[in-house]
C-alpha cells in the first residue's frame, strides 16, 4: 500500500490516504509516484495537490500528517512547530528543544517561560 498527502495552496497537510498499489504501478510493476497522484486526481479533482508519503520515513524525511507542511526546496514533511524556541534539524526535519530531554528515566514536559523541562510529579 502507498500512502499520499493532499495538500493546500499553503503546502499544509490536509488529509492522508492509503492507495492500492495496483493504482500507482506502471506497465512494467514499477511503483510511480506521478501515476498515484494522476489516480487521486480523478477521484477528488484535477485542482488538488497530492505528494507520496513514506510510511517507513523512506523518503521525505518523515510521514506526513494532518497539520505538518510539505517544503519543497527540503523535500520534506514537516511537523507544526510545538513552541517558538525549538530549532528545526535539518537532517531529521524535526523540531529539537534548545535543552535536550533529560535522560534519567523521569518524565518531563516543555516549560516555554523558563526555556528548561520540569519534571512531571504524578
Known amino acids: 500500500m502507498a500512502h ?20 500507482i504501478i506502471d506497465s512494467n510493476g514499477i511503483e510511480n509516484e506521478e501515476i498515484g497522484i494522476g489516480f487521486l486526481k480523478k477521484l477528488f479533482g484535477a ?4 505528494k507520496q ?21 527540503r ?7 510545538p513552541y517558538p524556541s525549538w530549532v ?3 537532517d531529521t ?5 534548545p535543552i535536550p530531554y533529560p535522560n534519567d528515566g523521569k518524565m518531563y514536559m516543555w516549560n516555554e517561560d523558563i526555556l528548561n523541562w520540569i519534571e512531571i510529579n504524578f
Open 88 to 90: 528545526l534539524n535539518e
Open 47 to 50: 485542482n488538488t495537490i497530492w
Open 75 to 81: 523535500d520534506a514533511f514537516i511537523p507544526p512547530k
Open 93 to 97: 526535519c524535526l523540531w529539537n528543544s
Open 4 to 23: 499520499f498527502a493532499k495538500l493546500n495552496i499553503d503546502n499544509t497537510i490536509e488529509q492522508v490516504l492509503v492507495v492500492n498499489n495496483s493504482d
Open 53 to 73: 508519503t513514506s510510511y517507513n520515513g523512506n523518503f521525505r524525511k518523515n510521514y506526513a500528517g494532518i497539520g505538518y507542511t510539505y517544503e519543497e526546496q
